[in-house]
């Protein structure tokens, strides 16, 4: 029995074309809501950009955000998992050096340094973002805790970077950017610390989603759905491939293993 969903947002939940969730996936997580299934969010986006989810915002009961590194349930803190101070100040003297775009994220901030018209193309025009400040000084910023680096770069330069990094991770769900986290923090260990704060086991659990950063959670959740949009990779590491985003595949999982009538 599936007691917790755990769903991705761009790609998953909200079409990257109409930036918009389905009538069809809100009337399926609302059934769900009422047989009882506890509904999480599980995204890359830090909570400060997550703007797209109005219609079902009464449904959600915690949230997977900046993928994995803070995630809360209501008001509850679940689990916060700051980057190195010495990691962050190497990645922000590289995107000076090399001239790219990196958006820094906190608890509750974020901001990019070096913002360039590729930034703004992806962030604002193609997912809709118009809250991320390009007007803040870096240093000032880098006096809080960072969960999450977002820089504007390529494969290679992800590459040449990463080693020097000695406390980060990084995933990739677009080719024009990676997210750098903590070391071992991703969506999967945010499913883990709220199935554990929840008190139910793994088994239990469906997750659902269509990006990189969603490949570990899908290996980890009792059961992992991949979007008929995911890219190959993503649906290898699925249980079962549904429709996609703009085809009600949300609504077609839940219908397929009985978390909906």
Not at 69 to 85: D, H, M, S
Not at 196 to 219: F, P, Q
Request: charged share 20%; net charge negative.
């Amino acid at each position: 029995m599936i007691k917790a969903l755990f769903l991705d947002i761009d790609g998953t939940l909200v079409s990257f074309d109409t930036h918009t969730i389905t009538p069809s996936t809100i009337d399926a997580l609302s059934r769900a809501k009422t047989r009882g299934v506890r509904i999480f969010i599980a995204t890359g986006r830090p909570l400060a950009i997550i703007n797209n989810l109005q219609p079902i915002e009464h449904l959600i009961d915690g949230y997977i955000t900046a993928n994995g590194a803070y995630c809360f349930t209501g008001n509850e803190e679940v689990l916060c998992k700051p980057i190195p101070r010495k990691d962050v100040e190497r990645v922000i003297q590289l995107s000076d050096e090399l001239a790219f775009s990196c958006i820094v994220v906190s608890k509750t901030e974020i901001m990019v340094h070096n913002a360039d018209e590729r930034f703004d193309s992806i962030f604002r025009k193609m997912l809709n973002v118009n809250t991320i400040q390009d007007d803040v000084p870096v240093a000032g910023f880098l006096n809080q805790p960072i969960l999450q680096l977002t820089p504007l770069i390529t494969p290679g330069q992800e590459s040449s970077i990463m080693p020097q990094l000695p406390g980060c991770m990084s995933t990739r769900w677009h080719p024009a950017f990676t997210d750098i986290t903590l070391t071992g923090i991703d969506k999967a260990a945010g499913i883990e610390a709220i199935a554990e704060r929840l008190d139910i086991t793994l088994s239990e659990t469906m997750a659902i989603g269509d990006g990189g950063n969603d490949i570990a959670m899908l290996g980890r959740a009792g059961t992992g759905v991949a979007m008929g949009n995911a890219s190959a990779e993503v649906q290898a590491a699925a249980d079962y491939v549904t429709a996609s985003v703009d085809d009600d595949g949300v609504r077609k999982a839940l219908e397929k293993f009985g978390v909906v009538g």
